[in-house]
């Protein structure tokens, strides 16, 4: 990253290694999502693991639900005892560590091995969690208030190239592998070795460089326990009444992030039932919506720096609600990549708007809370998306394409709701607050 391109866009004092550091951390966990939840041991959990049993596919999603559960109910109590022992850091290397050895243990997963994988996929995912809302939550401290979307996009495109870095690695061991005549049990645990390693390595920078900025406030004895939690996620809830307009991007959060956890989920599913794709193909399709993603991130913060981050959502979910109607009409391999396409481009820019719009209407002192509550967010759509779809194929026979056409109705409503917030007024209450805030809407 050109040191010329970081001219004023980041706050005072914050050094261009920061921040490089930083869009690495984006880079290292990216593999983990993409091999992990996306390309490999999501099809190896079903045919290997669970040895192509009937529930094996309801095993898999159950698995993600509970660690999507725990991070839901941990995530605020968690990121408030950041905010006041100025513990981001310290909370990232754990759930760091946390996630790397999970997903090295994801090795250990073979033929009947159901419970280690059940529980290997839980704790690696519920740390992966953790680390993107802590990582989400140093934004504020490292950019300034008009370069948000900016400096989000730059560490959402360091992602997607960390993502097809691993998937890279990992491709060309299952091809080798394969080429030799080797069973997935041969092939598949390296790819979990390789992507612990490649996401360890990575996150390394940000432990050097990255500073700790927020000062301590209330003391906090430890990580609350599961009453606290949940009391600590209503008052937090509550707290943010004095916050409308962060509270309706909760909401439009939920919807859209919905969809999208369908598509992360569910797109290799599609293209294999429905449009018939080879492995091979819908690991490269994988490597295209990288591609796009890389690209849509990096390029459209700049745009949304430019126009405002509610209008730069709005662009992009307006290109959700295309890509599900041209998935839905497409009879053709070539009509399907032109979906993966669009959906790459979008799936960047929309998620880094969203973690841009979650700082730009934070208030300072309570970062780790609200990207807490945006966290929170997030999991339920990633529990409520899949769900959804999954309900409506069982529904209608396997009707996929009534799955892909219901998921738009997500991205509608999220639109619908994004027209409620009032960045103005949003950003005038949390600079009241103390907050970090954009100069524009």
């Not at 041969?186 to 996401?199: E, G, I, S």
């Not at 940000?206 to 430890?222: I, Y």
């Not at 990096?298 to 709005?314: C, Y």
């Amino acid at each position: 990253m050109p040191v010329r391109f970081m001219r004023g866009a980041l706050n005072e004092g914050v050094r261009p290694r920061e921040v490089l550091a930083w869009a690495l951390y984006d880079f290292a966990n990216s593999g983990y999502t993409t091999v992990v939840l996306t390309a490999v041991f999501n099809a190896y959990f079903v045919s290997v693991v669970a040895r192509n049993a009937e529930w094996g596919t309801l095993a898999w999603t159950a698995a993600l639900s509970l660690s999507y559960l725990i991070v839901m109910l941990a995530m605020p109590g968690l990121g408030a005892w950041a905010d006041a022992r100025a513990g981001k850091k310290r909370l990232l290397a754990a759930s760091t560590i946390g996630c790397v050895a999970a997903t090295a243990a994801l090795a250990l997963a073979g033929p009947g091995s159901l419970w280690i994988a059940v529980a290997a996929i839980v704790v690696s995912n519920v740390c992966y969690s953790i680390g993107e809302s802590v990582i989400a939550a140093f934004l504020p401290e490292l950019a300034r208030p008009q370069a948000l979307g900016r400096v989000s996009g730059w560490g959402w495109s360091f992602g997607y190239v960390g993502g097809m870095l691993t998937l890279g690695l990992s491709l060309a061991i299952v091809l080798a592998a394969q080429a030799a005549g080797r069973p997935a049990t041969d092939f598949v645990p390296w790819t979990m070795l390789v992507t612990a390693a490649v996401f360890a390595a990575a996150a390394v920078p940000v432990f050097m460089f990255l500073r700790e900025r927020a000062q301590p406030q209330d003391a906090v004895r430890a990580v609350p326990g599961p009453g606290a939690v949940l009391r600590q996620l209503a008052a937090s809830w509550r707290g943010a009444r004095a916050f409308p307009d962060f509270r309706m991007l909760l909401v439009c959060g939920v919807f859209y992030q919905a969809g999208i956890a369908v598509v992360i989920t569910l797109a290799a599913v599609y293209a294999e039932q429905v449009m018939q794709f080879a492995q091979a193909q819908i690991m490269m399709l994988v490597f295209l919506v990288n591609i796009a993603a890389a690209a849509g991130a990096f390029s459209f913060g700049f745009v949304e720096d430019r126009i405002g981050h509610k209008p730069a959502l709005a662009v992009t979910l307006a290109g959700w609600i295309a890509m599900v109607l041209v998935a839905f009409f497409a009879t053709s391999p070539a009509g399907f990549w032109v979906a993966a396409t669009i959906a790459g481009l979008c799936m960047g820019s929309s998620q880094s708007a969203g973690r841009a719009m979650t700082g730009a209407l934070a208030p300072v002192a309570r970062l780790g809370e609200f990207f807490a509550l945006w966290t929170f967010a997030t999991r339920l759509a990633s529990i409520i998306g899949p769900l959804t779809y999954g309900i409506v194929t069982w529904a209608t026979a396997g009707n996929h394409r009534l799955g892909i056409l219901s998921t738009g109705v997500f991205f509608v409503i999220g639109l619908a709701v994004l027209g409620r917030v009032d960045m103005a007024r949003g950003v005038a209450r949390g600079r009241a607050a103390g907050a970090v805030s954009p100069s524009g809407s």
